[in-house]
């Protein structure tokens, strides 16, 4: 369940990691932790990451249930903005 999301640390890698070494430094390893927090488009809206995963295996357990694979809920890529909360 985790390859539909593989795009979003793609995107970052391609834009901000360099090549210089083969090892993550703690700036890398929180910046890439933070990535749960970016948008992302998903059937019923914008949401962060961290609650898209959380929808998509539900959407998988519903279908496990004996739902329509219709049921499925998947991410979009809509770019890297932080996931803002609504107050």
């Known amino acids: 369940?985790?390859?539909p999301f593989r795009?979003?640390?793609d995107l970052f890698v391609a834009?901000?990691?360099?090549?210089a070494g083969d090892e993550l430094n703690p700036q890398d390893k929180a910046a890439?932790?933070?990535l749960l927090n970016v948008d992302?488009?998903?059937p019923r809206g914008k949401m962060?990451?961290?609650s898209a995963i959380e929808?998509?295996?539900e959407s998988l357990a519903r279908i496990y249930d004996g739902g329509s694979e219709a049921l499925l809920e998947l991410p979009t890529l809509i770019g890297m903005e932080q996931h803002r909360l609504e107050c």
């Open 48 to 50: 962060s990451v961290l």
């Open 7 to 9: 795009p979003v640390v």
């Open 40 to 42: 992302v488009g998903m």
């Open 55 to 57: 929808h998509s295996i």
């Open 1 to 3: 369940m985790i390859e």
């Open 15 to 19: 834009k901000h990691m360099s090549l």
């Open 32 to 34: 890439l932790v933070g």
